[in-house]
C-alpha cells in the first residue's frame, strides 16, 4: 500500500464521519416538533407557559410542512418525522364553526 493509497482511505473516513455531524441539527428540530405536536394531541400543556405556546400551533405545522420538503434532500428519515408531525398538527389548526348560542 502506498503513501497515496493511505491518505484517500483516511480522507474517505474522515468524509464519512462527518455526515453523521451534519445530521444531528436536522434530528433535533425533527424530535423537537414531534414533542411539540405529541403534547399538542395528547392536550398536555399545563400551565401559562405551555398554554401561550400552543397558541403557535398553526405556525409550527406549517414550518414542519417546509422542514420536511428541506429535510428531504438532507436527512429522509428525519423528514418522515417531520411529516407525520405536520400531518397530525394540521386539523387542530382547522377552522371550526362557532359555537351555536341560540339558547
Do not use: H
Not at 78 to 88: E, F, I, K, P, R
Request: contains cysteine; glycine residues 6%; aromatic residues 8%.
Amino acid at each position: 500500500m502506498g503513501i497515496t493509497t493511505g491518505s484517500r482511505q483516511t480522507a474517505g473516513e474522515e468524509s464519512g464521519k462527518s455526515t453523521g455531524k451534519r445530521r444531528w441539527p436536522s434530528w433535533t428540530v425533527a424530535v423537537c416538533f414531534a414533542v411539540w405536536t405529541l403534547e399538542r394531541l395528547a392536550g398536555a400543556e399545563q400551565g401559562s407557559f405551555d398554554t401561550q405556546l400552543t397558541t403557535l400551533t398553526p405556525y409550527a405545522a406549517a414550518l414542519t410542512a417546509l422542514l420536511t420538503v428541506l429535510f428531504l434532500f438532507r436527512n429522509r428519515p428525519a423528514a418522515v418525522v417531520t411529516a407525520v408531525s405536520c400531518a397530525a398538527s394540521s386539523p387542530s389548526c382547522a377552522s371550526r364553526p362557532p359555537p351555536d348560542r341560540t339558547s
